[in-house]
């Protein structure tokens, strides 16, 4: 596939060549505000990953799913303790850059990060720079209550009543720290009865866990609501 422009992409179809990354991208390609979703350790392949990114495209953003794995995502049969180190989400942030530069470059002069699992660290760590005006993170991996000193834009933490990765515990820290700075933005919440992974990688044959899903999702659309402008 040729590169594609961030003006000419069609929705819904992977590109090879947006900033130098592989990516999914869908939606609205003339609207001046964009969502980067960062997805966990499987990749931007995964089939509900793209579907949430449609939905939000629906929503009216312009939305990229870049591969932030360069081809090499997690499987069933990763051995995850040697695969995490060799992809730091602190040293995706820095290698994204020019996916954020590229957005403002164009029509998109709001642009929001959403993570979940991996992805959350990806996206914290690109809160704590000038690159996006909101962030919402689902279910994080590696995020620290430390971490929410050098956050400089409006947050949303959604975290799972079960979530041993990130256990309610590790939340009720993270809004600690945020509460006691006073000038950012946040809004938490733990959802009861599920486990790491509720927002985008749940069983779409299970009620609870499919309604679940779409709250969180619901939380995240009317935080970008309020904060990309």
Not at 197 to 212: H, L, Q, S
Request: with cysteine.
């Amino acid at each position: 596939m040729a590169p594609a422009s961030l003006y000419q992409c069609l929705a819904g179809v992977v590109v090879d060549d947006l900033a130098g990354f592989k990516a999914y991208v869908t939606g609205n390609v003339h609207s001046h505000r964009a969502i980067v979703l960062a997805s966990d350790v499987y990749g931007f392949e995964a089939p509900l990953l793209r579907k949430i990114a449609d939905k939000v495209g629906e929503a009216g953003y312009y939305v990229v799913v870049p591969d932030l794995f360069n081809g090499q995502p997690a499987t069933n049969g990763t051995d995850i303790t040697v695969w995490l180190p060799a992809h730091s989400p602190v040293k995706a942030a820095q290698d994204a850059k020019p996916i954020f530069e590229a957005l403002k470059r164009g029509q998109n002069s709001v642009v929001g990060v959403a993570g979940y699992c991996w992805g959350g660290k990806f996206a914290v760590e690109v809160a704590k720079t000038n690159e996006v005006e909101a962030v919402v993170i689902s279910h994080p991996y590696a995020v620290t209550a430390d971490d929410m000193k050098e956050v400089k834009n409006p947050i949303e933490i959604l975290g799972g009543q079960n979530d041993t990765v990130t256990p309610p515990t590790l939340v009720y820290r993270i809004v600690h720290t945020l509460r006691q700075r006073n000038e950012i933005p946040y809004y938490a919440k733990i959802f009861p009865r599920v486990a790491h992974g509720f927002a985008c990688r749940y069983n779409a044959t299970d009620p609870f866990a499919v309604k679940t899903g779409e709250e969180a999702l619901a939380l995240m659309l009317d935080w970008f609501h309020k904060y990309l402008k």
